[in-house]
């Protein structure tokens, strides 16, 4: 997606601030063990007014 919503607010920002690398928990896939390396995006949040200057891109399903 070109963008994200901010978890704070729920304004909508296409402001790219960097990334980061993150590691959900691990959780077993047909019985075995996964590791998951997650590459999400940091935004600015373009609201002024919002508590949150810069915020993590959410994977639906994968991270909250
Ligand atoms: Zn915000």
Do not use: I, K, Y
């Not at 729920?10 to 993150?22: A, F, H, I, M, Y």
């Not at 019985?31 to 390396?37: A, D, Q």
Request: hydrophobic content about 40%; charged content about 25%; some cysteine.
């Amino acid at each position: 997606m070109a963008g994200a919503r901010c978890s704070g607010c729920g304004g909508w920002s296409g402001r790219v601030r960097g990334s980061c690398l993150r590691f959900p928990a691990d959780f077993p896939v047909a019985g075995r063990r996964v590791v998951l390396w997650l590459r999400v995006r940091r935004f600015l949040c373009e609201d002024v007014s919002c508590g949150r200057r810069t915020f993590v891109e959410q994977v639906a399903g994968l991270t909250r």
